[in-house]
Structures are given as structure tokens and as C-alpha cells.
């Protein structure tokens, strides 16, 4: 087919797709070239606590017994890359949850699904396969690099992945997600830890799984109630005194 022929086709698909849109019947269309698609503003990393790539391809592609979930992206543990659903398009991975003022965290976020059971530490070629994946993503949608967040931190009543495991630092010192500078000073006697948790982006209408939910994240070993340590990482992320994210992502 010569070059003319395939670009017309591509035109008459496009423009197939563009009156398969839907339109609202309260109003006469009119219609504006001048729009390009939605963008994410949220990364949501998650776990399968699954024992293959191919069972989690299975479950994200299917209806099951919990109802059907999907999500943007799942990564195995050889680090291979798979997309499930296009990035412009609401995945269902999220649920009910927030995350500083998003709701709807299905509609605003990119999920992507790490081949992890929860339990094992996470694959050294996996975590590089998503840093690239990361890097593509804040990137492209011009993602603030510290809204890459983990399931639990979105719905901590309901969620624990993507876990204890999880290399948060390491993915901080790449630039991604929110960790606090070493040595910031203690937090201040009146220090108030439930409106600190909000102002990081946590929901605080369960304090208690708030709580456990950044503790799982900044100080996954602890044990205890939260002491001055945590209180110290949690006025630093409230102060902002955090790993600084890309320098060349924040001046996009
Ligand atoms: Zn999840």
C-alpha cells in the first residue's frame, strides 16, 4: 500500500475514533479540533502477591471472583514490561481511596502492577525495568516526579502493597516519590501528626491505618507505637525536606 493510501486510512480511523466519542445530547455539537487527550498526574505502584507474571496477565484481563481489575502496566520480576491499558484510559486499579486532594484516583493516576508476593524482596531487574518505566511516564505526562505513591498510601484502611519490601529510598534517590532528607531536626512538642499526614497527601478519616500505612513505608521495621523517629520524618515531609525529585523534572 503506497504511503498516500495508509496516511488516508489513518486519517479515516482517527476520525472514526473522534465521532466515537461520547457526546452529551443536552448540547449541539460543535466541534473543536483544538484538545488533545487527558493526562495522569499520579503514579500508584501496587504488588500482585501472585506467584507468575502470566497469572497476574490472567487476573488483570478477566473477570474473577473479587470483580474485575486491571491496571496500566505489570512488570515481571525478568523485568519485562507489559501494558494492559492505554495510559490515556481510566485503569481499575485503585479503588476507593485518596491522596491529597484526588478522589478519584482511578481517573487521575497511571497504576502499575509489580510481580511481587509481599513477601520476597523485589526482583533487582524489576525495580530497574520500572525506574526506566518511571522515567518514561513522569516524562511523557509531565508527572510531578514525588506523586508516585503506593497503593497503601492511597486506601492504608484497605491496602498494605506494594509493602514492607518495596525500595522506596532507592527509588527517592532516583528522583520518584517522597522521602525525607537524613538529619532534619526533631519535630516541635505541639508537632500535630494527624494534619501532618494530611498535608503529605494521606486520607485521615482512619488515623490509626494512616499511621500504619507511613510507618509500613518509612520505617517498615519498627514496631511499636509511633516514636520520635517517625515524628521526626513525618514534620520533614510536612516541611517538604525531602530527597529533592529530578532536578530536570521539576523545571518542566
Ligand atoms: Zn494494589
Redesign the pocket.
Known sequence: MSRFLLTILAALLLSACAHNAPRNPLATWVPSPNHDVRRPVLVVL?YTEQDSAQRSLDTLRTGNSGGRVSAHYLIGQDGTRYQLVSDVHRAW?AGAGSWGAIGDVNSASIGIELDNDGRAPFAEPLVESLLVLLDDLVTRWRIPPENVIG?SDMAPAR?I?PGVQFPWRRLAEHGYGLWPQDGTPPAPADFDVVQALRVVGYPVDDVAAATRAFRMRFRAQASGDLDDEDRRILYALQRGWTIPARPEARVR
Request: cysteine-free.
Open positions: 501496587h486499579h497503593h491496602k502493597d
